[in-house]
């Protein structure tokens, strides 16, 4: 009797023992074993960082054309950008302005962006001007794309001042790979257009720049510029709104636009228009009116949609946009969020009608 | 009977709104509770845990919404979703920091997401009653969770310690911050849990889910940073630690945590017979991440 009873003992610690050494030297192999991951991870990996405030230090303030400065900011670890993004800067006095990018986007220390001195303007550029200097930290946020440089078989430019510093990185990145692309760039004067030595370099073969400065030549024709080109070239525009308003009249059958506007992000849903938004999985269709938003208008036929903070910043009433034309208004959707995506608490339509998948 | 039916203290009740925060981490170092890495890596398990585990609960809580046929509880549970997606985003937030610092998150964090995402998301179930079963299970662990979540919110407001040992300001204003409004909101999980269900025997099987799954994950997390931390040769984490920075009162003591079970699964147990939300208030109204973030989106208008 004895004897087995020993045996089984013997065996089982043994067997205890054995297994033991084996877990240890599993998870000295692995030490995370046995969980498995999610194969795209979540956590820490989000773009969003809505609530990190970034400091870059002002390395470099140098005048680049008459009226006009540009701003070299340092940081560490830097969000990457594509040509045609911009940063937002928070000014001491607490104002936001959004200023194009034009340094080298594969840099992850330094972003460089150029202002022009508006007289009579709101305040923002007299600021940046007048009370940022080397050495000095500030607050921005971004960088945000609404302007990114797309795929097409043929580019052309019109640019207007200082409406050159988004067009800058995506010549820049054009030239290197040897697209097809063309420029027209105007502005009061040759002294007061910034970047106009390294355009001139970078179209320097083929004619591909045409500058017009308005003391020399007058206004630039658009027109013309516009009159001949192939379908399927990309035509990008940034400058005065007079600018913009003549390339978009003379824009031809099968090109595309992209025109970068900066206007004060509008917060204030009291400030906007009414439309109209069908929500989809429902069958169902509700007017907003003017100063109401989405998520009223939505909540009356639908009560159990959620939401929160009613201010654009906890994300919950986050929904699928279908169709329409969306005027952004929070901060916290990433650039790819946003393109079919809103938060319905702030977030509006820029034509008449949205489809929500709801 | 009076006894045994949950006892909710009225004067603890505050209507509740998401606050928009924001924190500057260059200046936090690796090592945020100086000389300690032990309870500073301990802490730190928070940020692995919470940004998936909150993104969970608003998961869950945007499906439970049609069950609610309380007004006042609704709009409890609305501005609890709300503050829970902050405390995601924020927590979110430090990783690419620590990331900065020289350890990565990611190996843990992706099982930390696929714990929430995969093992307790939205399981193939028939619609109707298995489906319903699954959302009850999960709405009762959620309760749980929040007793813990408001029993650290309790203690980190009270920590002392760690303002004596020097511990970062930022890092501690992010913790109290959270803290203070889980005490705040310590009552609505768990009420959100008696209306659409309130089981007794489901309360104890998902604290005991809860509690095994806090404990075999909190002291994996730690064991994770210690091991990995680039700046310690031989980095362990022990049961032994714990209990010492217990003593010392840079964590919570084992004794506290020991008397918070039978709190829990006492028939009569309400979260707000325990913290304060005074003090909780009283802390929101000072914090500087809160602060600092009115000011910016005063600034913008």
Not at chain 2, 131 to 152: C, D, G, P, Q
Request: aromatic fraction near 8%; proline fraction near 6%; charged fraction near 25%.
């Amino acid at each position: 009797m004895a004897l087995p009873r020993l045996r089984t003992v013997v065996l089982v610690s043994g067997a205890a023992l054995l297994t033991r050494r084996a877990l240890k030297r599993r998870i000295a192999r692995s030490p995370l074993w046995p969980m498995p991951a999610l194969a795209e991870p979540v956590s820490g990996h989000s773009r969003r960082r809505p609530t990190t405030i970034r400091r870059l230090l002002i390395t470099e303030r140098v005048p680049i054309a008459d009226g006009v400065v540009q701003l070299r900011l340092e940081g560490a670890q830097l969000p990457r950008w594509q040509p045609g993004a911009h940063l937002d800067l928070v000014l001491p006095s607490g104002l936001v302005r959004q200023y194009s990018l034009c340094g080298d986007p594969d840099d992850p220390g330094t972003y460089t962006v150029a202002t022009r001195l508006v007289e009579g303007g709101r305040g923002g550029s007299r600021e940046v001007h007048e009370q940022l200097q080397e050495g000095e930290e500030i607050e921005v946020r971004g960088p945000r794309n609404r302007f990114p440089l797309v795929e097409a078989e043929a580019y052309v430019f019109v640019a207007g001042g200082i409406g050159i510093t988004p067009v800058l990185p995506m010549l820049r990145s054009l030239a290197a790979r040897g697209a097809d692309w063309r420029l027209l760039y105007g502005g009061r004067s040759r002294r007061s257009m910034p970047f106009l030595d390294e355009i001139e370099k970078l179209g320097a073969e083929d004619g591909r720049v045409t500058v017009v400065a308005q003391d020399e030549a007058g206004h630039p024709d658009t027109a013309a510029v516009l009159a001949d080109i192939a379908p399927g070239t990309a035509v990008y525009c940034c400058g005065p709104e007079p600018l913009m308003d003549a390339v978009t009249a003379a824009l031809p059958e099968g090109c595309t636009l992209h025109l970068e506007r900066f206007s004060a992000a509008s917060t204030d849903v009291a400030d906007s228009g009414a439309f109209e938004v069908e929500l989809h999985r429902s069958g169902r269709t509700v007017q907003v009116a003017a100063g109401q938003s989405v998520l009223a208008a939505v909540r009356a036929e639908l009560p159990h949609v959620a939401y929160s903070c009613e201010q654009g910043f906890c994300g919950t009433c986050q929904q699928r946009v279908l169709e329409g034309e969306i005027d952004h208004r929070d901060e916290l959707l990433t650039d790819d969020e946003r393109g079919d995506s809103m938060l319905i608490c702030v977030s509006r339509c820029r034509g008449g009608r949205l489809v929500l998948d709801l | 009977m009076s006894n045994t039916q949950p006892a909710a203290v009225a004067s603890e009740r505050t209507p509740l709104k998401a606050r928009k925060v924001s924190f500057a981490w260059e200046k936090t170092p690796l090592h945020w509770v100086p000389g300690d890495p032990f309870t500073t890596h301990t802490i730190n398990v928070l940020h692995l845990l919470l940004p998936a585990g909150e993104r969970w609960f608003i998961h869950v809580y945007r499906q439970v919404l049609p069950y609610i046929h309380d007004e006042q509880l609704r709009e409890d549970v609305i501005g609890f979703i709300g503050q829970e997606a902050v405390h995601s985003q924020a927590h979110d937030d430090v990783l690419p920091h620590l990331r900065e610092l020289g350890l990565d998150p990611t190996p843990y964090t992706a099982q930390v997401d696929w714990f929430f995402e995969k093992l307790l998301g939205d399981r193939t179930l028939p619609p109707g009653r298995a489906s319903k079963w699954w959302l009850m299970e999960r709405v009762a662990t959620i309760a749980a969770i929040e007793h813990y979540t408001a029993f650290l919110g309790d203690w980190i407001l009270n920590a002392e310690a760690l303002d004596r040992k020097g511990a970062d300001p930022t890092m501690l204003d992010l913790l109290r911050w959270h803290g203070a409004e889980e005490v705040e909101h310590r009552s609505v999980a768990f009420e959100v849990f008696m209306h659409v269900d309130g089981g007794y025997r489901r309360r104890v099987r998902t604290w005991a889910a809860a509690f095994s799954a806090l404990v075999f994950l909190w002291q994996r997390g730690t064991r994770f940073f210690m091991e990995n931390d680039p700046s310690l040769l031989d980095g362990k984490a022990s049961f032994k630690a714990f209990h010492a920075s217990g003593k010392q009162g840079t964590l919570p003591t084992t004794g506290a945590i020991l008397r918070s079970i039978p709190s829990y699964l006492s028939r009569s147990y309400h979260p707000s017979q325990e913290g304060s939300t005074a003090q909780a208030v009283d802390y929101l109204a000072h914090s500087p991440a809160a602060l600092a973030a009115e000011a910016r989106t005063t600034g913008t208008s």
